[in-house]
């Protein structure tokens, strides 16, 4: 750094080569070494990512056929053998679980956002909503299993449905209030000027809308419900069969899913289940990651515009 | 917008605007009394769990009382239950999960927060750290059984055959144990605690960090001497929030903790949890072992309750706190 002569005369005594930055001064050391130990440490965190997608790929992509994709849980020691059936009964209990706690995510989330936003209720409802985010899921399975599997007399899709659908809600409820809430101002205050009731200014405005914003929450409810595994062995358990039998469609009776599938096949001594379980392990989080990824999507164009 | 899209029905070319009729009203109070009810009935849900599991454990509770909470023993044939070693190994497995998923989660917020990376390579960054939070449990515990133990094994005997006789490394890894367990864990509370951290450090007003500045303090000055102590509150109640994740944690813990039903301070020793427990042995519990499992479910619930519930009360008083220093 070269001063010019006028500026360095007023500070004389000031040594400005101890300005400098330095590595030599430990003060400039302690944080240049910090630096480097965080930045490593976040590099590190993104192992475990690559490491289980790279794992997915090798040990799990081989084994993906039209056979594995479609026919049934092979037994102990035969060959081939899929999942076709532990994929629709995932897909069975997801849509379950998705069509109990969208409807109902949403209207909670319209009182939360739009209805009543300041009343004692909706406080109370954040709260239950929040509690119920750190629900642990096998204790969601606790609840269907008392809940549905004892009052029905059977492990079936549903109850595996009704406990995803309790992990799903509060996902859904506090997504969609956020979501809601970003509508402007001025577009509810246009429909209310125009003498619009509170439900017409919801249903005709606001929802339209927040549309977006609340498919984004949507998809990330879905992908955490379906890759849920505790919750299915207190409700669905596990099947070998298909839901479809002899032409008749049965669902009150265990019902297989692809995350039961991967934990049982998970500790098998065949390398032909342990093989199936990381195909299994690919497609779902194929599907995870998919859903996921949807939703970001949406609430990027969200915020566009 | 048309009045004929928003559905407000025109009459007269003049305006589209109208009072409401009659069935408006009525169909409006019938619309707001249904979202009041589904609201209600989100708070009545909440209760219904509590109960609901409160309910299923209450032979147990009636049966065994506090002894469970005492004994040690786990046998179904002598219809012995004991929850000591699995509340140690839950909290145990969830403490090693967790500081080691502080470390890196809190390196990332920072690292996020503070500008050290170029635009675009952060965006990757948070990304990838959002979809590790995404990955299922159980392919984690599939991934923990093949890659984490034959990857940690040479270390852990190394370990073991130098260090043993520091507790935590005096036995050794012979396949499922607390470590890959914890490791697994730190991977999945990581995400809750490096996000959290992060808003709470980003909460932080731009004055005070270039006060800082201003006085002559290094980046790492400022953050460990201003920023982190003034976003302290916003990162303990997100380390509170992991704590209580990792506590309900299931699958993968039931497949890689070993499921032993023992106490022991070493890293490499087999245990079980809570969770661990139910999930492995309610498909097959009958009796009075089934009845044991739910009160370890109420046991579960009553531990995760109190720290999510002291975890988002820090969080909210952090963001209140951090709104009055604006």
Known sequence: MSAPVEITHAFEDVNLAKLEMSLRSPRTLASAVLSAVAVTASLVACVPLVSV??????????????????????AAMAAGGGFGNALVGTVTMVGIATAISVPAGIL????????????????????????????????????????VVLVTGSFSAPAGGVALAVLMLPTVILTAEEAIKMVPTRMKEAAIGMGATQSQLLLRVVLPTAM???????????ARAAGETAPLLFTALFSSYWLLDLGRLNLMKPTASLAVLIYNFSSAPYDNQVSLAWAASLVLVVMVLGFNIAGQVLSRNRHRR | MSSATLGFGSRSAESIAQPPSTSDRVVDRLIRLLTLGVAWSIIGLGTYIVLQIAWVARPAVAR???????SRTWDSNRELYGLVPAIWGT?????????IG?????SIAIVLSQDFLPTSLEAILKNVIELLAAVPSVVYGLWGIFVVIPTIRPLADWCNAHLSWIPIFGTPLRGPGMLPAAIVLAIMVLPTVSALSREALMAVPSKIKEAAFGLG??????ILGVLVPTALTGIVGSVMLGFGRALGETMALAM???NANSISVSLFAPGTTLAALLALNFPEANGSESQALMYAALVLLAITLAVNVVGTAIVNRATRRLRGLK
């Open chain 1, 53 to 74: 997608l790279a794992m997915l790929l090798y040990r799990g992509g081989s084994r993906i056929t039209w056979e594995a994709l479609t026919a049934l849980p092979p």
């Open chain 1, 108 to 147: 909670a989330a319209s009182f939360l956002a739009l209805i009543g936003p300041e009343t004692r209720t909706a406080s109370a409802v954040r709260f239950a909503a929040k509690v119920l985010t750190g629900l642990p899921s096998v204790l969601a399975g606790v609840f269907a299993y008392g809940a």
């Open chain 1, 212 to 222: 977006p914003g609340i498919l984004t929450g949507v998809m990330l409810a879905i």
């Open chain 2, 64 to 70: 065994f009382g506090a002894s469970l909470l005492v």
């Open chain 2, 91 to 99: 909290l145990y497995s969830s403490i090693v999960g967790l500081v």
């Open chain 2, 102 to 106: 502080t470390f890196f989660g809190l």
């Open chain 2, 217 to 222: 303090a290094t980046r790492w000055e400022t």
């Open chain 2, 256 to 258: 890689l903790v070993g």
